[in-house]
Every structure is written in structure tokens, then in C-alpha cells.
């Protein structure tokens, strides 16, 4: 999946210690925005070669805008950039429904020095057509494709379906994740479940892996697991993103804004 691929090598990372000190929880901010804000490393693979060339550490947020007024969708943005948050970074935002079955928009991109590189993807379900755009600094292009029956989800639409349905959802469970302008077949499974410390609390934490499915012409070349609090806030304390050369892992520092508890009861 060029997707990891670009994360990988655009913002690769070499390891360093896992998250030891409590996330702090902090609920103020809009009412309709929630953020949760990371460190990233890389583990395993060949992490030690792409810290050869690029930064070593480095911070994340992801940020989710829920619906307010007219709007009809929810916005997840994930940023990453090295430790001085100047030097490059890399983004990736969707665009989904309300209940997080559908994504409805996809967008990645990275720059890095004096590369860069963005694609965004808009999703006619009516029409069943996929409306893709790239851009480089050299040119940019347009081109669509068709669709397939099941509704597609990139990776951040599967992350916020399964912490809105983690408590009631039966798996394992077959679904497509739609990378880098295609479609694969993945399942949905549990993971193990893990404990975190937030406010000098142990939290468990429920544990879910997206892996490559059967029955697709091509095998995903990612995976993603995600372990989130096993109440109300569904935090997602650790998110690891997996590649051929190695696995990117966020691990939680701060939560900013906790929107989700009030769109969960809404």
C-alpha cells in the first residue's frame, strides 16, 4: 500500500522506549472536535536503514470534527511530522458517515524536502464511481474508477467504526479497505487486550487487527491495529500501522478534546 510506503519512507523512525508516563485527559475545546495527540516510532524491519536517511522521532495528532448544524458527516484528520513540526510531515484525512460505514472522501499526502505528493479520492456511491486526484510538483491528473458493490473504508473510517461499535461488534468480520486508489478484501478480528495507564490509572483497553482478506486479485500489503479504552471514551491509547519494511506505532500522550463522549450519547 503506497500509502504506509509513503509514511514509511517519507517519516521513518527508529526505536525508541514505549510510552511509559500517563496520557493526560483533558475535555475542554469545541464541543464538536476531539484530538488526541501521539508519539511515533518504528519497529522491526528494516526501521534501522530508513533512519539512516530520515528523522528518528516524531509527533502525531489525530482529529476528529463530528457533525454540527447542516453538516451530515464526520471529519478524522492524522498528522504526523518529525520532532520540529517544520521539516516535512505526512497527512492523512477521511471524510465518512455519520455511523462510520462508509467513507465518502480519502485523501493522503507527504512532502519532504523538496519532494511532495497528494491524492484525494471522492466516492460516488450513486453512480458508483470513485473520482481520483493526484498531484506532484511536476504535474497533477485526474481519472475515475469504478466502484465495487460493498461500501469502501479507508484506514481512518475503519479506526472510527471500530471504536463506535467496540463494545456490540461480532467478529471476526470481512470488509474492504479502500489504499492508494484500490479496494481490498481485509478482516476484522480481535487482538489482545492490553492495559494503559491515563491520570495514573490503569484502563483496559480492547484490541482489534484489520489484516489482508481472501478473495482479492491483489494481497493489501499493510495492516493496522488498534487497542482503545474498554468504556465510554473508546481512546485510542496505540495505534500500529504495519509495512513489509517495518511498523509505525503512535502511542497516546495527550487527549485535547473529548468530543466523542458527547457524540456517543447524542
Given at each position: ?60 495528532e ?14 478524522s ?24 460505514q462508509k ?18 479520492t ?32 479507508d ?25 492508494d ?55 485510542p ?8 519494511m ?21
Open positions: 500500500m503506497r500509502v504506509i510506503r509513503s509514511l514509511l519512507g517519507v517519516l521513518a523512525i527508529a526505536a525508541t522506549p514505549a510510552m511509559a508516563a500517563a496520557a493526560d485527559l483533558n475535555c475542554k475545546g469545541p464541543g464538536n472536535v476531539e484530538e488526541f495527540h501521539y508519539s511515533w516510532r518504528m519497529r522491526g524491519g528494516l526501521a534501522w536503514v530508513a533512519g539512516l536517511v530520515f528523522p528518528t522521532s516524531g509527533v502525531g489525530l482529529k476528529t470534527t463530528f457533525p454540527r448544524g447542516a453538516d451530515q458527516s464526520i471529519n484528520e492524522l498528522l504526523i511530522q518529525p520532532n520540529d513540526r517544520r521539516s516535512g510531515f505526512y497527512v492523512y484525512e477521511s471524510e465518512m458517515d455519520p455511523t462510520g467513507t465518502l472522501m480519502t485523501y493522503h499526502g507527504y512532502a519532504w524536502k523538496n519532494k511532495s505528493r497528494k491524492e484525494r471522492i466516492f460516488d456511491y450513486i453512480k458508483r464511481i470513485a473520482h481520483i486526484h493526484k498531484e506532484t510538483p511536476e504535474k497533477q491528473w485526474d481519472r475515475t474508477e469504478d466502484l465495487p458493490a460493498d461500501a469502501l473504508r484506514v481512518l473510517t475503519a479506526i472510527f467504526f471500530l471504536r463506535q461499535n467496540a463494545t456490540t461488534i461480532q467478529l471476526p468480520i470481512s470488509t474492504r479497505i479502500y489504499a486508489s484500490r479496494s481490498y478484501p481485509v478482516i476484522i478480528r480481535s487482538a489482545d487486550r492490553r492495559t494503559f495507564n491515563i491520570e495514573g490509572q490503569q484502563v483496559n483497553a480492547l484490541g482489534f487487527e484489520i489484516v489482508d482478506g481472501p478473495g482479492g486479485s491483489r494481497k493489501w500489503p499493510g495492516g493496522v491495529k488498534v487497542w482503545v479504552s474498554d468504556d465510554q471514551r473508546r481512546i491509547f496505540r495505534i500500529d500501522i504495519d509495512q513489509s517495518g511498523s509505525i506505532q503512535l502511542d497516546l500522550k495527550s487527549v485535547e478534546a473529548c468530543a466523542f463522549m458527547q457524540a456517543s450519547t447524542d
